[in-house]
């Protein structure tokens, strides 16, 4: 029972263009939402998240928007530059300062220049 | 700060082999965590500790143990790998149980069983 689901196996971006990878969830008591990046070789990394209280929360060129109604968030990158070429996977968790995240499968974005 | 490092890279194991993956953090994180990532499956919780001398189960925790004598070290065992178990190991600290949950991650152990 997949709780959280990147339905988008891979993404191909122009370079300059806008990014958009979406997440759906099932669990309405998920609380607080994540985005990691990850680099072949490398552990994933934070890029940014949300709480359950926001629709929208931006960090520079990324930007996380959460449809609760709707259980889903997306993450929105603009414009999108080629070092974004990566595995994006979206999380979440049933509080903020939970510790057990549950993840999706990732999402693979190419940014072709 | 070296971050999460994580000893070996690499690990081939035949079936009924035990081993133990090493875990380490400099940044006094109370809380660690083991997940192992498979293809189409995104990661998936093992064991996790909010702190020296307690541990607790996540989503896939048979066939592998844990401890955490230390705040530093959070050592994940395999008793008698199996086939099942091949996939990539991470693991991840953050700051506390109550706190902003940015888990930081290290770079990963590939485990292969053969």
């Known amino acids: 029972d997949q709780q959280v689901k990147q339905n988008s196996p891979s993404l191909s971006v122009q370079e300059g263009r806008i990014s958009i990878l979406n997440c759906d969830y099932t669990n309405s008591m998920f609380d607080y939402f994540l985005w990691y990046k990850k680099y072949p070789a490398e552990g994933p990394t934070f890029l940014i998240s949300i709480s359950s209280i926001k629709d929208k929360n931006e ?28 595995v994006y996977f979206c999380a979440a968790s049933l509080k903020q300062g939970a510790q057990k995240l549950v993840f999706g499968q990732g999402t693979r974005l190419t940014i072709n220049p | 700060n070296a971050g999460v490092t994580q000893t070996p890279k690499f690990q081939v194991l035949k079936t009924g082999q035990s081993m133990t993956l090493q875990c380490a953090q400099d940044m ?28 607790d189960q996540g ?14 070290d959070f050592p994940l065992r395999l008793l008698s790998a199996a086939p099942s178990q091949t996939s990539v190991y991470f693991c991840a600290s953050s700051y506390e149980p109550g706190g902003p949950n940015t888990q930081y991650f290290g770079p990963g152990t590939r485990l292969t069983v053969l």
């Open chain 1, 59 to 86: 960090d520079g060129r990324f930007t996380v928007f959460l449809n609760k109604s709707a259980k889903h968030l997306s993450l929105h990158i603009v414009p999108s530059q080629p070092g974004d070429s990566a």
């Open chain 2, 28 to 55: 006094n994180h109370e809380y660690m965590s083991w997940y192992r990532q498979d293809p189409g499956m995104g990661l998936r919780l093992i064991h996790y500790s909010v702190g020296a001398g307690i541990t």
């Open chain 2, 59 to 72: 989503e896939v925790p048979n066939g592998y143990n844990v401890s955490r004598s230390t705040t530093e």
